[in-house]
């Protein structure tokens, strides 16, 4: 893990002057339309949202998690003719929900490359941000993404998939501590070590390549009560790992200081509380770990202003119509004037 961590690192340094930063000739796609009658993601928490990101006409807005579109299509219907909205997504299925509008730019990145994107479309300041973050509903789907252990597919879990970690690289290539690692921190599992420990030794004879096989391995670590759970808990800590997640939302998070207008908002829908913890505080602190510095009067300083201190989530009806939104936790900060 240590070795990965220092990839890691590298990876968001890369936002000072990044080598894989490409000006979006192939990766943009204005105009095309809406796949008529398959559903790709039902948005989680849209008026709380919308809401949230206290949308005016004449706003430039960026959506750095489009997916299937349901919040952009949203924010683009509050927009006037003076409007923009810039919707990032790093898989290429995303492209095709595209919204067929001039006030609209779609751009296939990760969304680590925020500031050198606004750049390129020479915007320096945006009025609002949103994360929406994680998969969406389509990869859950697409047995071949390898998200879901409902499905053979392959152990893959990449949302970009040009990238060269794969689930089945990672399972086949860390060393036993860096696995074990990637559990305990992404998995939040006890066992982490033991379950590290198996991976290493079933590899030996069959390397990993499809998700059955390899739930056949780790089922005799979870009694069959928790299975689900504990196994949404393996898959987690691996699309975590695999997506460089965590390093990417942090430096979205700094790099949103930079770009937000004065009282310019970000709102951010998190699905597990790893994410939910670094979002609340910084937030209200500023900084990952939550500490609070305070001036000669006992003020917090910090450059953001959180909306709502106590976490939105879905009411019943929204449950009932989409059980998905179930662990979505939405977090509204403003940009102090
Ligand atoms: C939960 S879905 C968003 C759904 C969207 N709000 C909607 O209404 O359809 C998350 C999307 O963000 C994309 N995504 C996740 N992390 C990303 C990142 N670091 N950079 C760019 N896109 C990312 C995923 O590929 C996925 O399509």
Redesign the pocket.
């Known amino acids: 893990m240590k070795k990965n961590k220092n990839k890691i690192k590298t990876e968001t340094n890369c936002n000072v002057n990044p080598p894989q930063f490409i000006p979006p000739i192939a990766g943009e796609v204005r105009g095309s339309s809406l796949e008529l009658g398959v559903i790709?993601?039902t948005?989680a928490l849209l008026t709380e949202t919308i809401e949230g990101l206290k949308i005016k006409p004449d706003g430039v807005y960026v959506?750095?998690?489009?997916?299937?579109?349901?919040?952009?299509s949203e924010i683009l219907s509050l927009l006037g003719p003076n409007g923009k909205l810039i919707g990032?997504?790093?898989?290429e299925d995303?492209i095709k929900?595209a919204l067929d509008d001039p006030r609209f730019i779609f751009v296939r990145?990760?969304?680590?490359y925020l500031k050198n994107f606004l750049r390129y479309h020479d915007i320096e300041k945006v009025d609002g941000i949103l994360a929406?973050?994680?998969?969406?509903s389509?990869?859950f789907d697409e047995a071949e993404r390898g998200f879901s252990f409902r499905f053979d597919g392959a152990l893959d879990m990449r949302?970009n998939t040009k990238s060269p970690l794969t689930a089945a690289v990672l399972l086949n290539t860390y060393t036993e501590e860096q696995l074990a690692d990637v559990f305990y921190l992404y998995g939040e599992l006890h066992n982490s070590r033991r379950i590290a420990k198996t991976i290493v030794a079933a590899r030996a004879t069959t390397p990993f390549k499809n998700i059955f096989p390899f739930i056949e391995v780790l089922k005799p670590f979870f009694g069959r009560e928790k299975e689900k759970k504990d196994m949404a808990r393996v898959f987690q800590a691996l699309r975590i790992e695999v997506?460089i997640?965590m390093d990417?939302l942090k430096s979205?998070l700094e790099q949103s200081l930079e770009v937000l207008n004065p009282e310019g908002r970000i709102v951010v829908?998190t699905y597990h509380s790893l994410e939910d913890r670094l979002v609340k505080n910084f937030f209200r602190s500023g900084n990952f770990e939550g500490n609070l510095e305070k001036d000669f009067f006992g003020n917090i300083l910090s450059p953001l202003k959180a909306i709502n201190n106590k976490v939105i989530i879905a009411n019943a009806e929204e449950l009932e119509r989409n059980p998905r939104a179930r662990s979505a936790k939405l977090r509204v900060a403003e940009i102090k004037g």
């Open positions: 790709y993601h948005p959506d750095v998690t489009f997916g299937g579109g349901g919040h952009s990032f997504d790093q898989d995303a929900n990145s990760n969304f680590k929406d973050l994680g998969v969406s389509h990869h949302m997506n997640e990417v979205l829908l």
